[in-house]
C-alpha cells in the first residue's frame, strides 16, 4: 500500500521521516533525505502490512527543511481491507 503525504517548504527542499503505529508503538520508520519537494506532487512510502496485524494503525509524516527546522506530526489513520 502507498501511504501517501504532501511536503513542501518555502525554499522546496524537505527531508521527510514517516513511522508507521500500532497501539502507539512505530511498527516501521521510512527516512527520507533532503530533495526538492513540490506543493502540487504526492509522495509517498510503500509499505506491506504484515497479515497478521489487527491493531488499529495510523501514519505520522515529519518534515525537517534545510535550515534544520522540524514540522509537528501529521498523523493519519490506516484501514485495512
Known amino acids: 500500500m502507498h501511504l501517501d503525504y504532501q511536503s513542501l517548504d518555502g525554499r522546496g527542499v524537505t527531508a521527510d521521516t ?39 494503525l495510523k501514519f505520522c509524516v515529519r518534515s525537517t527543511d534545510a535550515a534544520g527546522n522540524k514540522s509537528n506530526n501529521a498523523c493519519a489513520r490506516i484501514v485495512l481491507r
Open 18 to 56: 514517516v513511522r508507521v503505529y500500532s497501539k502507539g508503538r512505530v511498527v516501521k520508520t521510512f527516512a527520507f533525505r533532503h530533495a526538492d519537494s513540490d506543493a502540487f506532487t504526492f509522495y509517498f512510502a510503500s509499505w506491506r502490512a504484515p497479515k497478521r496485524i489487527r491493531a488499529p
